[in-house]
C-alpha cells in the first residue's frame, strides 16, 4: 500500500472477550440512528431522531461496535453536495475551522477541539459528540463554524452534513500557546506530536490485507470526546470503527508532554475471520537514506520520516532494522512471541544530513509501540514499497497474531504508542550509521568483467551509545557476532570510532548465486551483549 501524503493526514494471545449478553436492538439501533448513522443500519430499525442527546457510559461504544458487526457491512453513505464534491487540494485548504469557535475550552480545561470539513480526499462523514456528565451530545455540522477563505461554496448546506475529521490542541511547547496535538482524519489514520516536533509518520487503527492486491481500510464512524476539567492532564477519545471484516470499539487516552503518549484499547467484533490483520499499525516514509543514494539527484543527503524499525522481542533482545527503498516490494517478517514492543524510529536527529529547512526531517517522531499483557505468538511484519518521490508512504510496520481471530468472538487488546525524538529505549550500544560499499577485490574482479563482483559487498556499520565509549582505549575491542542466512562472511574488522563515542565494523560477505540474506551483527563482552542487534537483507543478482 502506498498512501499519498496529503491522504495520510487524513493514516497471552490478545485476551478474548466472554460474549456479552446481546443489547436491546431497538436500542443500540436508536442510539446508532442518533449519531446519523442511518446510513449504515436498516432504516426499520431507527427510532430516534438524528442529532438528539444520549446517555453516554463506557460500554456504550461497544454494544454500538457490537450491533454493527451484527449486521451487513454498508460502507455507502450521502454523496457530498454538488459544492463540495469537486474541491480540489487548493480549495479544499481554504476551507479552515474557526479557533475561537473550537470546542471543550468552556470547561477550563487546556484542551481544545477543531473539526474538518468534508471535502477533496475526505467525503466520507464522521460524527462528532461531546460526552459531558454522562450524556454524550452530537455536534450538529455549521457553516459559521467554518472560514471557507477564497473557497465559495453555493447554497445551503445540510446540518447532517458531519464532519470528516477532528484535531485536537493544547498547550504542548509552552503553557501561554497552544498546539496541535493529535488529529483524526482519513480512514483509521492518526498523528500526534511530542514537544518540539514535526508531523511525519501516521498510526491507524488496524490494517487488513495490507500485503496483499485489495487491501481494505477500517474507517472510524463516530467520535465521542469526554469534556475534561480544569486541572486534566490527558483527554480521552472514544471512536466506532467499521470495515467489511471488523466492526470495533476504541478508546484513546493523549496525554501531551515531551513524548507524547497515547493509550488504545480497542473491543473487536470480527464479522469474519481475520487472518491478516494488522495490529497497532504505523506507516511512514522512506525515500532517501544512507545506504541507498541512487534514487534521485536532489541537493538533500536523506529524505525520511523514518530511518529503521526497532523491536523489543519476548526474549528481550533488541533489534535495529535499518529502512530501505527497494527495487521491488519487500515484506519482512520478525517471529516473536509476547513481544514488548515495536515501532518506526528517525534515529537520526542531525540537521546536515537532510538540509531541508521547510520540511524539518530531523524533527520528526519515532512512534513506540508498546503492548499490554501478554499478545502470544505472532510476528512484527516490516513491508517496504518503491517510491521515486518523499510525497507517498511506502512503509508499513505492525503486529500480527499467529492464529486468526475468529468470526463471532470478540477481542480485547491495549497497547500504548509514545512520540519519541531520539531519546534511548534501551541502555546498550545502538545502530548508528548504515553504509554498504564494494570491497577492494571485487571491485577489481568487476573491472574484469567477472559478474561474480556483484554477489559481493561490504558492509559498514557503526554502534555507538551505551558503555562502548568506555572502552575505546582498551587493548582489546568487543567481540563481533555476526551471521548470515545465506552465503558467507568472508571477513569482519573492528575499529574504535570516537567520533560516535563507539565502534566502526566492517563485514564482507558474499553469495554464491542470485539469492537474498538476512545479514544480523552485535557486539559482545564475554557473554554480555554490549548493544542491539543490527538486521539488514541483502539481494544479489
Known sequence: MIC??????????ADEMTPMDAPSRRVVMSGLAALGLAASLPAAALAQDEGKSLPFEPGVVERWAQALAAQPF????????????????????????????A???????????????????????????????????????????????????????????????IRIHAP??????????????????????????LYGLSARGMAIGTEGDKEEFPFFRAFFIEVPTAGARALTIHALLDSPSVAGAYRFTVEPGRNT????????????????????????????????????DDYRPELHDSDGLQIATGSGEWLWRPLDNPQNRRISTFLDRDPKGFGLMQRDRHFANYQDLEAGYERRPGYFVEPEGAWGEGSVVLMELPTDNETADNIVAFWRPKQPYPAGRPVRLAYTIRAHTGEDLHPNGKVLNTFIAEPAASGAARKAGDPAALRSRRFLIDFGGGDLGKGLDEASPPEIVASASQGRITATSIVPNPHIGGYRVALDVRLDGPSTTELRAYLRKGDQALTETWSFPWSAA
Open 4 to 13: 499519498a501524503k496529503g491522504t495520510r493526514f487524513a493514516k497471552d494471545q
Open 74 to 101: 454498508d460502507g455507502s453513505f450521502p454523496p457530498l453536495p454538488a459544492p463540495l464534491a469537486g474541491l480540489d487540494y487548493d480549495a479544499y485548504r481554504d476551507i479552515r475551522f474557526r479557533k475561537e469557535r
Open 103 to 165: 470546542f471543550l475550552g468552556e470547561a477550563g480545561g487546556p484542551f481544545r477541539l477543531q473539526l474538518f470539513h468534508r471535502g477533496f480526499l475526505y467525503p466520507r462523514p464522521v460524527a462528532v459528540s461531546l460526552v459531558r456528565d454522562g450524556i454524550s451530545t452530537p455536534i450538529a455540522y455549521d457553516p459559521a463554524l467554518f472560514d471557507f477563505g477564497r473557497t465559495r461554496i453555493e447554497g445551503t448546506l445540510p446540518r447532517d452534513l458531519n464532519f470528516a475529521g
Open 172 to 197: 504542548l511547547n509552552r503553557p501561554d500557546r497552544l498546539d496541535e496535538l493529535i488529529v483524526f482524519v482519513g480512514a483509521s489514520y492518526f498523528r500526534f506530536l511530542g514537544q518540539d516536533q
Open 261 to 296: 503518549t497515547t493509550r488504545v484499547s480497542a473491543v473487536l467484533y470480527p464479522r469474519q475471520d481475520l487472518g491478516s490483520i494488522g495490529l497497532a499499525p504505523l506507516t511512514s516514509m522512506y525515500f532517501i537514506g544512507e545506504t541507498d543514494r541512487g534514487h534521485s
